[in-house]
């Protein structure tokens, strides 16, 4: 006998209980029904016995085709995955000492991934010893952020993580 997944639910002969309250369209009359005549009434319409809620006394159960339902459960579900954005992180590294020109070139590719909807992991790289200048990263950093300001705002402030100082901006929400 194989195993039954966690969101399987019993069907026909594997409803154990002695009555049954049947609900849904295809009824004659919802009521609370013996299980013999709830199975008979169900292979009458030549569909399943389904039972949608076993905690409750009697149990629930509804008369329709298993197979469909499992489908559109499935459906359902897939329909649900693909409408949940995904977080995109784009990252745009500085050194310590960058030109404004290449500043002004990394601020337009920055405005635009954020008006996308992605975040922006800005990063400055610290090569050797200039670590040393760890404020002016900082300070690019912030600046960074400043001239981001319509487009997103920062969600952490800068902060140095081995030779690396990180800023996180995340993108405004249109209205």
């Given at each position: 006998?194989?195993q039954?997944?966690?969101?399987?639910?019993?069907?026909?002969?594997?409803?154990k209980?002695?009555?049954?309250r049947?609900?849904?369209?295809?009824?004659?009359?919802?009521?609370?029904?013996?299980i013999?005549?709830?199975?008979?009434?169900?292979?009458?319409?030549?569909?399943?016995l389904?039972?949608?809620s076993?905690k409750?006394?009697?149990?629930?159960?509804?008369?329709?085709?298993?197979q469909?339902?499992?489908y559109?459960?499935?459906?359902?579900?897939?329909?649900m995955?693909?409408?949940?954005?995904?977080?995109?992180?784009?990252e745009?590294?500085?050194?310590?000492?960058?030109?404004?020109?290449?500043?002004?070139?990394?601020?337009?590719?920055?405005?635009?991934?954020?008006?996308?909807?992605?975040?922006?992991?800005?990063?400055?790289?610290?090569k050797?010893?200039?670590?040393?200048y760890?404020?002016?990263?900082?300070?690019?950093?912030?600046r960074?952020?400043?001239?981001?300001?319509?487009?997103?705002?920062?969600?952490?402030?800068p902060?140095?993580?081995g030779?690396r100082?990180?800023m996180?901006?995340?993108?405004?929400?249109?209205?």
């Open positions: 006998m194989k039954k997944a966690e969101d399987e639910l019993n069907i026909n002969e594997e409803i209980a002695p009555q049954v049947l609900v849904g369209d295809n009824i004659p009359e919802q009521g609370v029904y013996p013999a005549k709830a199975m008979a009434l169900a292979d009458e319409l030549e569909l399943d389904v039972e949608i076993a409750a006394d009697p149990p629930v159960c509804k008369i329709l085709d298993y469909k339902y499992l559109q459960q499935r459906k359902k579900a897939k329909e995955k693909n409408n949940s954005s995904k977080i995109v992180i784009k745009i590294r500085f050194g310590p000492n960058t030109d404004d020109h290449d500043f002004n070139f990394k601020l337009k590719h920055a405005q635009e991934f954020l008006q996308e909807g992605s975040k922006v992991k800005a990063s400055v790289f610290f050797g010893r200039s670590i040393v760890a404020e002016q990263g900082e300070k690019l950093l912030l960074f952020a400043v001239e981001l300001e319509e487009y997103g705002r920062a969600e952490q402030m902060k140095l993580e030779k100082m990180l996180m901006i995340a993108p405004v929400k249109k209205k």
